[in-house]
């Protein structure tokens, strides 16, 4: 039995890693960044859930927001808030793929919001994150429409 769960939970992440490298934002369901409001962790330094009341279609996908405020300034500078690579893994795409993300390895570096796809991911991101970012802002190129 614990097998069978075990290949279940490997196959059920294959499947969320799969569906989250179709578009060129990580939208799981059709929402951004699993329903996070990007503006959130600019202004309130944390992962904050966005409300279906406060949603706005931007690059094909719906992005949700904790109050009209947020919805609002993200309405003026999409691309002020938007994550790189579409809230793919940092990490990921700097060695060439698309990666799910968590919200909780989210970091503001030079004003722009990047994500990984785990804790440990991010760890190892931040020891040499220029770098990091420098290939990643090559590779998104050729990544970003890949599915």
């Known amino acids: 039995m614990k097998k069978v769960v075990i290949t279940v939970i490997f196959f059920t992440g294959l499947l969320s890693m799969a569906s989250a490298q179709k578009s060129a934002?990580?939208?799981?369901?059709?929402?951004?960044?699993?329903?996070?409001?990007?503006?959130?962790?600019?202004?309130?330094?944390?992962p904050v859930k966005g409300s279906t009341d406060y949603s706005f279609q931007w690059n094909g996908v719906k992005w949700l927001f904790y109050n009209n405020a947020d919805l609002e300034t993200f309405k003026e500078s999409p691309e002020k808030y938007a994550p790189q690579y579409g809230g793919y893994c940092a990490y990921g795409t700097a060695q060439g793929h698309k990666a799910p993300t968590q919200a909780d390895t989210w970091t503001?570096?030079?004003?722009?919001?990047y994500f990984n796809y785990n804790t440990q991911v991010k760890e190892m991101w931040s020891k040499n994150r220029s770098a990091f970012i420098d290939t990643a802002n090559k590779?998104?190129?050729s990544l970003k429409d890949k599915e």
């Open 25 to 46: 934002i990580y939208a799981p369901d059709g929402v951004a960044l699993n329903g996070y409001d990007v503006v959130a962790f600019f202004t309130q330094g944390k």
């Open 108 to 113: 503001i570096v030079g004003h722009k919001l």
């Open 139 to 141: 590779n998104w190129v």
